[in-house]
Nanobody, 125 residues
Framework: QVQLVESGGGLVQTGGTLRLSCAASGRTFSIWSMGWFRQTPGKEREFVGTISWRTNNIWYSDSVKARFTISKDSAKNTVYLQMNSLRPEDTAVYYC??????????????????WGQGTQVTVSS
């Protein structure tokens, strides 16, 4: 089992910044990749980005590329999502997720085995 605990959400104005954290514990050696997703009411979870647990390869969705940055602190088993130039359309509940699959479809929520509790990000106009 892998446990994921998120922190760092909140309310920010348009153009502001926030950093989300996702601390992993448990069988972290089994993690292949960590992903970030977001969800608004009535919609499916949207892929934001992902980072390989071992190689640190990173992939972003087009909607956040150049504004969001994913990083990882291996000593702390923690992944971060730095969000800059936030827009009202970034408002959502943000989730981190972990997959133990070796060849997952990283942009698909179904590929992930473990999920954090979610943290609300609200961007006011």
């Amino acid at each position: 089992q892998v446990q994921l605990v998120e922190s760092g959400g909140g309310l920010v104005q348009t153009g502001g910044t926030l950093r989300l954290s996702c601390a992993a514990s448990g069988r972290t050696f089994s993690i292949w990749s960590m992903g970030w997703f977001r969800q608004t009411p009535g919609k499916e979870r949207e892929f934001v980005g992902t980072i390989s647990w071992r190689t640190n390869n990173i992939w972003y969705s087009d909607s956040v590329k150049a504004r969001f940055t994913i990083s990882k602190d291996s000593a702390k088993n923690t992944v971060y999502l730095q969000m800059n130039s936030l827009r009202p359309e970034d408002t959502a509940v943000y989730y981190c997720a972990a997959t133990t699959s070796m060849m997952p479809a990283l942009a698909k929520a179904d590929s992930y085995d473990y999920w954090g509790q979610g943290t609300q990000v609200t961007v006011s106009s």
